[in-house]
């Protein structure tokens, strides 16, 4: 049994996560920057048009996606009849839980860095944007879940992050907040608030 999470919650929090990475990765975002000054221009907004020629703003929606999974241990489903796992009996009706944090971080799948936020992980040596591996149904990651049980809606969000992506740093450069004394605020990427499904 599939049901559906909550997607305007997992949409806001995924782009919290992202505004997160673009303020502590600053590169990323300058690099993004000049790709979209290069592709698209000063005269006008970019659309979804550009995507093809946008590898890097379209690597970072992928990378946040898989750096920063919204939920880390997907959405549960039910076994619709006995199965075998690996050796392991899953009886009819046993609820499924996908570890979709460890899958994202799997260094088998990622190499040794997998825990690093790096777009770039996402595109070819001649920077072209490339399938991820088989294991992620193509997509660079598995925060859609798996099979046929994959995500109704990764096209939507797939489609909006990249739009919000490419919008927002063309109009804007995000910078960290300072404190009273002009010292930058330690950005820590690895904090986060546990409530239940959504991280």
């Known amino acids: 049994m599939y049901r559906s999470g909550a997607g305007s919650e997992t949409t806001s929090t995924t782009l919290m996560w992202w505004t997160m990475a673009m303020i502590a990765f600053p590169e990323v975002q300058r690099k993004a920057q000049a790709e979209l000054d290069s592709v698209v221009g000063r005269a006008r907004l970019p659309t979804f048009a550009d995507a093809p020629h946008l590898p890097y703003v ?34 009819k009706g046993a609820t499924c839980v996908a570890n979709i944090w460890q899958c994202n971080h799997d260094r088998a799948v990622f190499g040794d860095d997998a825990d690093e936020f790096r777009p770039e992980r996402h595109l070819d040596d001649k920077g072209k944007l490339i399938p991820g591996p088989a294991e992620t ?28 992506t490419a919008r927002i740093l063309w109009a804007a450069t995000l910078e960290c907040a300072n404190g009273g004394n002009g010292d930058d605020i330690i950005r820590d990427t690895n904090a986060f608030v546990d409530e239940g499904p959504i991280m």
């Open 137 to 164: 149904n193509k997509e660079g990651h598995v925060s859609f879940g798996f099979g046929r049980r994959i995500c109704v809606g990764k096209h939507l969000a797939n489609e909006s992050l990249f739009i919000h």
């Open 58 to 91: 379209c690597a970072i929606a992928k990378e946040i996606l898989r750096w920063r999974p919204v939920a880390p241990l997907g959405v549960p489903h039910e076994a619709t009849e006995d199965d075998w796992y690996e050796g392991m009996f899953i009886p």
